[in-house]
Every structure is written in C-alpha cells, then in structure tokens.
C-alpha cells in the first residue's frame, strides 16, 4: 500500500534524527509527543498498521498544528507567539539540528494521508490516553524539569511552570489531553476515514 521509497525514506530520516537527538538533547527527549509519533510512524508504515497510525495522529495533530502556526507565523511576521518554536530562531544551536525538527511540518500531513489510506481504528482514542497516561508521569519524574517536556511543568516552552501544585497540574494535564485533544481528533478522524 505504501511505496518501498516512502518506507525506506522515512526510516533512515528517523534513524539519523533519533541519532542526534540522544547525542544532543539525550533520552529524555524521546518523551515529547511529537517525537514518539515520528518513531512509530515507522512501524506503522512498514506494517501498513490503522492502530498505529490512527493513534499517532490523535497524539500530534492538534499540537503539531499549534507547533506550525507558532514557527510560520514567527518566521513571516517575527511574531514570537509562544514558546513551542523559539529553539527554531536560536542561532547558537546548529542550522541541522533546526533543520531536523522540520519534521514537524511533514508529519501531520503524512499521518493524515496514512489514515485515509488505511482508514481510521476508532481503538486509537482510549489506546493513546492509556500511551499519555503511561507518557506523562514517566516524563514528569525521568526529564529534567526546565526542559519541559510535554508541558510537564507548565504550558509553554522550556523553564515554564504553572502555579498549581505539581501533581494537580498533571493530573489536569492527563484528563486535558484526551478530552481537549484525543477527542475531537478522533471525532474529525472517525467521521472523515471510519
């Protein structure tokens, strides 16, 4: 269903950004939403797999499209919307390790078109709040806390934090994610490829 190139493509673009991200940012990083999406897309390509892909495209559709605002509206007005992007417009960090995070451009389209092809599994909404919920406290307790990864410590950027206590924010943030994300994701999936 899904051309060899395609596959060979997106596999070796995965396997030299996994690459240096652990050497750059370590294994912490791997936690981000984003990033676990980019990995199985993997496996969901090679296994031409509905689950997979219909999960990963609940997981980042809606963040990835707040990620793409941020940088495209940043980098044709010079707008500093939030701080999801700013690492983008950071000249001390190397064009390539910018220029891998490209990434998240393509791969809200790619997992789009990978759940048109294989059409949606309605088993993806309570499989990724049960992967977010696996997610969040493993990234809560195992990444360093100005990284902020997943929004962890705060909505917004690296070194957020939010005035709640720290558990109450993450538990807002585990029943936030399926509900305000996963949700209409799933309703705007279902209804287009179910």
């Known amino acids: 269903m899904f051309p060899l190139w395609l596959k060979l493509a997106v596999t070796a673009f995965v396997l030299v950004t996994l690459a240096v991200y ?7 990083n791997f936690l981000w939403f984003s990033d676990i999406a980019l990995i199985v897309t993997v496996p969901a390509l090679w296994l031409e797999n509905a689950l997979l892909a219909s999960m990963m495209a609940l997981a980042v559709l809606l963040p990835e499209v707040l990620w793409n605002l ?3 509206l940043r980098l044709l007005t ?7 992007t700013e690492y983008m417009f950071d000249a001390s960090k190397p064009l390539f390790l910018r220029a891998l995070s490209l990434f998240h451009i393509v791969l809200p389209p790619l997992l789009v078109w990978m759940v ?8 993806a909404l309570i499989a990724q709040t049960v992967l977010a919920w696996i997610v969040l406290p ?5 990444t360093d806390p100005d990284a902020n990864i997943n929004w962890v410590r705060g909505f917004g950027g690296p070194g957020a934090r939010t005035r709640l206590p720290p558990f109450a924010y993450l538990a807002m943030l585990m029943v936030g994610f399926p509900l305000l994300a996963y949700w209409p994701t799933h309703l705007m999936l279902a209804h287009l490829f179910g």
């Open 22 to 28: 652990y050497v750059k940012y370590g294994p912490g």
């Open 116 to 123: 048109a092809r294989l059409g949606y599994d309605p088993r």
């Open 78 to 84: 010079g707008r500093r919307v939030t701080g999801l």
């Open 138 to 142: 493993l990234t809560y307790w195992l």
């Open 70 to 72: 941020a940088y495209f």
